[in-house]
């Protein structure tokens, strides 16, 4: 049987290396010169079949039995961003209560290892995915932020926004991505072409892992 990678762990590939990123452990591996020894299959499952590469992940406990598990699809590399448009209407006061909630939330989450606190805070995945609905609340949390008593990175700024839209009943993607030589890992919030916290220039050269 073709070894899989195990529930948890997510992988993309750029040029011919792998990376892979355990959630588990929140923690990346980048392998030069493997993206030959596997085969990426639909949204982003992925087969081993060179048995080196496998005994690598085999010992870095990344690997596990099948059948493949896909992942959530990759949405479209966003094309437009709402970060420097005005909001429609000033944020009320019930947006200021769901902000600070996201951000008592999020502070909350850092108390936890790793990246999983986090990523609970999105929710369950059913909320309205209105894009008229989504991204004006996108324009009112941008003005908001510098408000809210909390500050870090495109980790804590990307649950902050994706737990206020969970609060309000909203949905969008949280995508992270990575890039090579140097390393760098970067993570933000879209719907479908739309991104809703960061510029879409810097997204260029981030090639997806994960979505949730």
Sequence with gaps: MTPVLRAGVHAAMIDD?????????D??????????????????ALQVEDAGVAGILDAAGLLGAGPV??????????????????????????????????????????KSAGVKGYLALAGGGEGDRNPVRVTEAARAFWRMGPWLPIEGECLVRSALLMRFL????????WVFGVRLWPFT????????GVCLNDDVERLTSYTPIYCR
């Excluded at 923690?27 to 982003?44: F, H, I, K, N, S």
């Excluded at 969970?166 to 993607?173: I, V």
């Excluded at 890992?185 to 479908?192: E, I, M, S, T």
């Design 69 to 110: 598990m896909p992942g959530k699809p990759m949405p479209e590399r966003p094309r437009v961003s709402v970060i420097h448009e005005p909001a429609g209407h000033p944020p009320t006061l019930r947006m200021w209560l769901d902000g600070l909630l996201a951000a008592l939330a999020v502070r909350k989450a850092r």
């Design 27 to 44: 923690d990346y591996l980048c392998l030069p010169g493997a993206g030959e020894a596997v085969t990426m299959g639909e949204c982003g």
């Design 185 to 192: 890992a970067h993570c933000w919030v879209q719907l479908d």
């Design 17 to 25: 290396a792998l990376i892979l990123l355990d959630l588990e452990k």
């Design 166 to 173: 969970q609060q309000r009943g909203l949905e969008a993607d």
